[in-house]
């Protein structure tokens, strides 16, 4: 039943060459994001979902560091269990000494030597 909503109708029309896709659907309900340039490094096919996960939280910047949920009053203090200093993202995985030893490790398994830099130049 046609309506009149503002001075336009609405009317029903049907498409010969339209193929029904619940993909289509989707794709026209969502915003579609602009890709961002390290989403191969957490999605592919092999991935292991927990792991991409903290991998997509890491790259967010959003995984639950000490510094966050100090800041959401759900901790009493924002220091590493290892060294006392603020533990956020960068700290955790590149700047405290304990970390620094595991990537230099991990580095030397993968047959890169170099120091561990900040994640923006490590997943380059
Ligand atoms: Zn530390």
Same mark, same amino acid.
């Given at each position: 039943m046609p309506s009149n909503l503002g001075g336009y109708y /609405? $009317?029903?029309e049907w498409f010969e060459t339209y193929q029904h896709k619940t993909s289509n659907v989707w794709n026209g309900l969502r915003e579609v994001p602009n890709k961002v340039w390290w989403w191969?490094?957490?999605?592919y096919s092999e991935n292991i979902?927990?792991?991409s996960f903290t991998n997509w939280l890491l790259c967010l910047g959003r995984l639950?560091?000490? /510094? $966050?949920?100090?800041?959401w009053e759900m901790l009493d203090e924002d220091k590493c269990?290892?060294?006392q200093e603020r533990e956020s993202n960068q700290h955790l995985f590149f700047e405290c000494q304990?970390?620094?030893v595991v990537w230099r490790?991990?580095?030397m398994y993968l047959k890169e030597y170099h120091d561990p830099q900040g994640w923006e130049l490590e997943v380059r």
């Open positions: /609405d $009317r029903v191969k490094l957490v999605w979902p927990k792991y639950p560091t000490r /510094d $966050r949920l100090y800041s269990c290892y060294c304990y970390s620094a490790k991990l580095l």
